[in-house]
């Protein structure tokens, strides 16, 4: 990581000092913000982390809990979040503290004997390439813990606003500043019923499946209940199943049971199947106890013992996938449509079953989505019109994955025999990217380009996330990965992959590329980078050479990948990276990069390829950010 741009910082290189315009946290909510979330929930969290980032964007963040989250539902972390996690600098905390998921087995009723289980399958969780993360586990407080540290330690200094109950909010389009106005109870004892008036340029729903700020922008969850009910329980207990520090899935004649190991050694949770539930009838209905969940689990592992000692939470709930049909405020469609005001998030727009792992992850990678393109209209780089691909982008893929998760869930509970054990293990192998969070694939759009020349980087599929890899950095030789270059900060990557002969030609390649970007009138870096600003401030170039770093002379590069920055004008040495000569892990072989020609990869704040071009096509890249940038 980069620190001391603007002068000698002792200490921790994390907590960021505070901007003088920052405005300080009081016990009131403010009158009046730019970006007012509501829940701090994962998703809530992810935006006001990315958004703490710009002083200048006035953000608010309230919770009707009166604290920080203790004990979380939520437990999986999908590889796509670690990556995440690496852009907020926080991804080696998580690494350290959680249990790695890194073989899953399969249970079935023992041919022999029926009434017991035995083993029948074993897969990697992840294939192997997949990501440079592995599947975890961690408490969904922790996840929140650093978020919140992130959110404090940020030039913004942010706060949430807890002991707030969400009433109402409304919309005038006529108000061109601050057209949403919201309404909010406050709940501590000191303040009881006290009603606080925000009034913001943008209202972000991220209050779960009972979300207050769905209902007032006339939204509705829709799909089906599989009227099935499950419970899900913590234990520290003593047993002689000797998959239980796996992820495990079993099917027994007496129901079945997720068991998925937890941070620490000792404690497990366990997802068991319970009844089938009438056609109107409601889990609640059921009063269904703890002694009955643990009594369930003990007869699905048998002839295996489980003795439970301690249960830190459990709860009970409904298999069901439901989604909202549209993730903002805009009634109408097509060109002239408002600009949306109100938007919502995670749980507030999109519930699925706990099976696959990914309510926490997909909800943050929702409000990452969101976070940068609210920062970009805020901040003046982006047109409001960019606003509208939020929805358009996240609930396409949400359907997506509500579809895998239906399919996946009603396997998992079959109990008459039509799924062959052996199919289910095949499902789940062949869907392995979307529970490792990495099978997103963004459509064509004004911010997603056409597949014109993907063939010169095969591997960096537009429309997905930036698959990282291995690569050398010129400056010092040390290995890195690439994608983590690519941090939480709103900038666009451009990752020039350089042609054969591209070291040393100066009217072509790489070098041609720095010099249009630097000198042209049409170049984007000059179109839409400010006066005063880095000229890395809006797009990040990167340049990844074939040849050995030992052959880079770092004084002989283009002005623009040795950046003289900050107040001091101190030059920014970590531009240039090199393939790594080690093993099978070359940056332009395992990604497909054409080696003659080489390819230039713009890469989307939230780290998704945005478009593939040649790196002559400087027409190709001028007419991409023309639509939606500004300067």
């Known amino acids: 990581m980069q620190f001391h741009l603007n002068g000698f910082q002792p200490g921790d290189p994390l907590i960021h000092a505070a901007a003088p315009g920052a405005l300080p946290h009081t016990d009131a909510a403010p009158s009046k913000v730019d970006v007012l979330i509501v829940g701090c929930g994962p998703a809530g969290l992810t935006l006001a982390a990315q958004l703490a980032a710009f002083p200048e964007i006035h953000t608010c963040i309230v919770e009707q809990k009166d604290g920080p989250l203790q004990l979380g539902q939520a437990d999986g972390i999908a590889c796509r979040t670690m990556e995440m996690f690496e852009a907020f600098d926080f991804s080696e905390r998580v690494l350290k503290e959680a249990c790695w998921i890194n073989e899953v087995t399969f249970w079935k009723p023992d041919e022999n004997q029926p009434g017991q289980i035995a083993r029948h399958g074993r897969v990697q969780d992840t294939e192997d390439g997949l990501s440079e993360f592995p599947h975890v586990v961690l408490n969904q407080a922790r996840v929140h813990d650093f978020y919140l540290d992130v959110m404090r330690n940020a030039p913004s200094r942010l706060e949430p606003h807890y002991s707030r109950r969400f009433i109402d909010a409304t919309v005038d389009p006529s108000q061109a500043d601050y057209p949403v106005t919201v309404r909010l109870e406050r709940t501590d004892g000191a303040h009881a019923g006290q009603i606080e008036t925000v009034q913001a340029r943008y209202v972000v729903g991220c209050d779960g499946a009972r979300s207050g700020v769905r209902k007032a922008i006339g939204r509705q969850l829709v799909g089906d209940s599989a009227n099935h009910a499950w419970g899900v329980m913590d234990v520290l207990a003593t047993t002689n199943f000797p998959d239980i520090r796996y992820k495990a899935a079993i099917q027994s004649a007496h129901g079945n049971v997720l068991v998925i190991p937890r941070e620490g050694g000792h404690m497990v949770r366990l997802y068991v199947e319970m009844d089938k539930l009438g056609e109107d009838e409601r889990v609640a209905h059921r009063n269904i106890t703890l002694d009955a969940l643990i009594a369930s689990a003990q007869r699905v592992l048998h002839p295996y013992t489980l003795d439970v000692k301690e249960v830190p939470w459990w709860s009970v709930y409904e298999i069901g996938q439901r989604i909202c049909d549209k993730y903002d405020d805009v009634l109408e469609e097509g060109p002239g449509a408002p600009l949306p005001r109100v938007f919502i998030a995670g749980d507030a727009c999109h519930t699925h079953s706990p099976k696959a792992g990914q309510g926490m992850n997909f909800s943050m990678q929702d409000t990452f989505n969101l976070g940068w393109k609210l920062a970009a209209v805020l901040r003046g780089q982006c047109r409001p019109e960019l606003l509208h691909t939020y929805s358009s982008e996240r609930q396409v893929v949400a359907q997506q994955l509500i579809d895998f998760d239906r399919e996946w869930a009603t396997m998992f509970s079959d109990r008459s025999g039509a799924v062959d054990p052996k199919e289910f293990q095949r499902y789940f192998e062949q869907h392995g990217r979307f529970t490792a969070g990495v099978g997103t694939h963004y459509r064509a759009s004004v911010i997603t380009g056409p597949a014109t020349h ?36 709103g900038r666009w990557r451009l990752y020039a992959f350089a042609g054969a002969q591209d070291l040393h030609d100066e009217q072509t390649g790489v070098r041609a590329l720095c010099r249009f970007l630097a000198e042209s009138p049409d170049s984007p870096v000059r179109r839409y980078t400010r006066a005063g600003q880095d000229v890395d401030a809006v797009f990040d170039l990167r340049a990844i050479f074939q040849q050995s770093h030992r052959d880079v002379a770092m004084d002989a590069l283009p ?26 892990a070359d940056i332009f072989d395992l990604r497909g990069v054409d080696r003659a020609q080489g390819a230039l990869v713009i890469v989307r704040p939230d780290q998704y390829v945005a478009h593939v071009l040649p790196l002559g096509d400087y027409a190709g890249l001028t007419a991409f950010f023309a639509p939606f940038m500004q300067g």
């Not at 010169?456 to 690439?482: E, N, Y």
């Not at 101190?570 to 990276?577: A, G, I, N, S, T």
């Open 454 to 489: 993907q063939g010169l980087a095969t591997g960096f599929v537009i429309g997905t996330r930036f698959h990282s890899a291995p690569v050398v950095r010129a400056s010092d030789a040390r290995p890195v990965h690439l994608g983590h270059a690519g941090k939480a900060d």
């Open 559 to 584: 002005p623009l990948l040795l950046p003289a920055k900050g107040r001091y004008g101190l030059l920014d040495y970590e531009k240039v990276f090199c393939a790594s000569p080690t093993g099978n």
